[in-house]
């Protein structure tokens, strides 16, 4: 897909929810996301994970999201819509500033067939006016390239959080485009605490009907009690690689229960690897999406150990071939000295962790990693192995880390795979950057 390429070359120009905050500083650094999952009304289950990354400049700031709808049935198959957006926002007054704003939107299937994809890029400016909690914005714009033949829009946005130091909050963004169709996305939210909503909104999407979302989402700004604790985007490009063009990554992190010794940890991954074209510009589609969830329980068992039990469960989901799922399902223990490998805590970092595994009978993993800590620059590599019956996969790493919120990470990686499958196996070269945040 022009997609999801589009996207990592957006991310690492720049460095995600789609209503902002005129009331920032430009000066100001930020990192945001949020994490939403529920049913809508087709009776299928969705998930909505959304990221947002702001860099100050002298006079504004610019700004980069991530945010997309999953829809599936109980076969998991279903619609991937995808949002990827860089902006930059600078203000003219103490009340009001203008936006100009690139919005790439793609769709894909999974599990489906799915021959044509639609590739729509918006391009706008809005006018942003603050009065006290209330934003509303108005603004128009015209579409880049093909984008099904669609030519120009007009866009008018409301957002009202805590109405009156209420639980309520309402967003509302309207499009009218070529005074013909008209597009919507309204939203009801109600805080059941400062960092999670119950959530109802109420859609029209290009080449979709009308969809009622109902869910819960937790979200990591504002927030007294954040439950979600890091998050993560990784984009990166394969040059040598005869099948995948670039790839993708998300990563967030939730905790519960957490005590001074112990708490619950949640890890929700999502990897998407990224088809090689016939040209360098086109329309490239995602080979499969991963999904990852882990549910860790870890305690302390001395000054610089802790001990976890995990359970875990993968998804590999082909997308626009109609290819049934795979997944696997496992139950282990470890041992590491840190609760976030990624995380530049110490100068010398490691997980070790063995299990069943009911798809492949057992797996191993063991990851190390060593650099400079308390640094401008901070300078490190990482190695982490994984071990399945029959397969073996490994990545090196060496990377830069500069930055607080978000921090930003080069980095430079070789991967190898070895399976006896010789499909499977592979040996490539990767560069690309780290944009995440930890709470």
């Known amino acids: 897909m022009r997609s999801v390429r589009f996207l990592l ?16 500083s430009p000066s100001t650094y930020r990192a945001s996301a949020s994490l939403e999952g ?14 947002r990354f702001e860099f100050p400049l002298r006079f504004g700031r610019i700004f980069t999201d991530l945010d997309y709808y999953h829809r599936t049935n109980g076969d998991l198959e279903g619609e991937i819509d995808f949002w990827v957006n860089l902006g930059l926002k600078s203000p003219l007054s103490p009340h009001s500033e203008m936006e100009v704003l690139l919005q790439h939107f793609c769709r894909h299937k999974t599990s489906l067939d799915y021959p044509v994809v639609l590739d729509i890029n918006e391009l706008l400016a809005r006018y942003w006016y603050l009065a006290g909690s209330l934003k509303l914005g108005f603004g128009g714009g015209t579409y880049l390239g093909t984008s099904n033949h669609y030519d120009n829009l007009l866009v008018m946005n409301v957002a009202w959080p805590r109405i009156f130091r209420s639980e309520l909050s309402v967003t509302a963004e309207v499009k009218w485009v070529d005074f013909h169709e008209v ?39 504002n927030a007294a009690e954040e439950w979600i604790d890091q998050f993560r985007f990784r984009g990166g490009f394969l040059p040598d690689d005869e099948t995948r063009k670039v790839f993708a990554a998300l ?21 998407i690897p990224i088809e090689r074209g016939n040209a360098f510009l086109g329309t490239f589609r ?43 399902f496992g139950l282990g223990l470890g041992l590491k000295n840190q609760t976030y490998f990624k995380k530049l805590d110490r100068s010398f970092r490691y997980v070790v962790f063995a299990g069943r595994n009911y798809s492949h009978s057992y797996d191993i993993g063991i990851s ?31 990377f830069a880390e500069v930055g607080k919120i978000p921090k930003v990470r080069p980095f430079l990686a070789f991967e190898q795979m070895t399976a006896q499958t010789i499909e499977r196996s592979f040996t490539r070269f990767l560069f690309g950057i780290e944009l995440y945040a930890w709470h």
């Open 286 to 328: 995602p080979e499969e999406i991963k999904y990852g969830a882990d549910v860790v329980y870890e305690r302390r068992v001395g000054p610089d150990l802790y001990a976890f039990g995990y359970g875990r469960y993968d998804l590999h989901m082909p997308v626009d071939v109609a290819q049934r799922f795979d997944s696997s």
């Open 183 to 221: 597009f919507y996305d309204f939203e009801l939210a109600i805080g059941l605490d400062s960092s999670v909503d119950l959530v109802a909104r109420l859609t029209r999407h290009y080449v979709y009907p009308q969809t009622t979302y109902f869910g819960l989402r937790f979200n990591s700004h």
């Open 368 to 398: 190390a990693g060593l650099n400079t800590t308390g640094k401008p620059v901070n300078l490190g590599g990482d190695l982490q192995m994984d071990f399945k019956p029959g397969e073996f996969h490994a990545l090196y790493e060496l």
């Open 251 to 271: 990563e967030f992190n939730l905790h519960f229960f957490e005590t001074p010794l112990s708490q619950l940890l949640l890890t929700l991954t999502g990897d």
């Open 38 to 51: 529920g049913v809508e009304s087709a009776q299928r289950r969705y998930i909505r994970p959304q990221l």
């Open 9 to 24: 070359v957006l991310l690492s120009l720049a460095g995600v929810t789609r209503a902002q905050d005129p009331a920032v």
